[in-house]
Structures are given as structure tokens and as C-alpha cells.
């Protein structure tokens, strides 16, 4: 599937897929000056790329996992959503989960983005759902 990416800022970088296989591309910072993100906050920070992205598909930003666990940041949202008809620019709002400042530079890599299919749905109000041998339960109510 070919995705247009439009370039906002000349330093900024299209995101690469890190191997044949991975399901996520890297999305990289595109700032001018490095950013400091401090212990227990969150920064946006740039991409420099906006994309068309086709119907019925969403982008999804998810934390690189190495960043996450050796640098303490990951999406304050957890994982941000790109819907098709979004065509403004790609921030990653990073938050430091450690006790330690962290810097962003230019050309970091901050997020993964994956593309991936989604329904629609039309959501009707109904007096009574399907009994399931689930039924209500939740957290932690199917095992440990």
C-alpha cells in the first residue's frame, strides 16, 4: 500500500520500517533545538510530516519499545490515533516516566506508526445484549 507523506519542514524524515518484517514504521522528532522533557512530564514534539492516509485505514502511534525502557519515554496517550481525513502534522506527545530529564533531538526516533484497517460501526440502543458465559465480568475476572 503506497501512503503520501508530505514533507512540512525540510529536516524532517518519512518513517522507515527498522526491518523486512516490522509492523511499525519510526516516526523521527523534527525540531530545531533539542527539547528537554523533565521527570514526570510530557512534551509535544514535531514530526514534520503530515500523510494522506487511504479510507478505512487508521495510523496508529505506538512507544518504541526501546525508548520506553531505556530512556523512560513513551506516548502520554499511549497510543495516539490518525484518522484518514486528519491531513495536519504528526505530533508524538512523549512523556518521561522516569526520575531523570530527557533530551529529544532532531532526527530521533520517538514512536512507531502502524497502519491498520478498521470498521465502522453504527452503534443502535438495545433494551437487552446476547448472554455469553462471560457474561459482565471484567478486570481480572477470567483468571489472574
Not at 518521561?96 to 440502543?125: C, K, M, W
Amino acid at each position: 500500500m503506497k501512503i503520501n507523506v508530505k514533507k512540512l519542514h525540510p529536516n524532517a524524515k518519512l518513517p522507515v520500517y527498522g526491518s523486512q518484517y516490522a509492523a511499525g514504521a519510526d516516526l523521527y522528532a523534527c525540531e530545531e533545538q533539542p527539547v528537554v522533557i523533565a521527570a514526570g512530564e510530557t512534551a509535544f514534539i514535531h514530526t514534520g510530516i503530515a500523510v494522506e492516509l487511504p479510507e478505512g485505514t487508521v495510523g496508529l502511534v505506538y512507544a518504541r519499545s526501546g525508548l520506553a525502557c531505556k530512556q523512560d519515554l513513551a506516548p502520554a496517550n499511549k497510543v495516539g490515533v490518525v484518522d484518514c481525513d486528519y491531513r495536519g502534522e504528526i505530533m508524538v506527545a512523549l512523556h518521561n516516566h522516569g526520575t531523570q530529564p530527557r533530551t529529544v533531538s532532531g532526527g530521533d526516533r520517538i514512536a512507531q506508526f502502524v497502519v491498520a484497517p478498521y470498521l465502522p460501526a453504527e452503534f443502535e440502543q438495545a433494551e437487552e445484549l446476547s448472554q455469553t458465559v462471560r457474561g459482565a465480568g471484567g478486570f481480572g475476572s477470567t483468571g489472574k
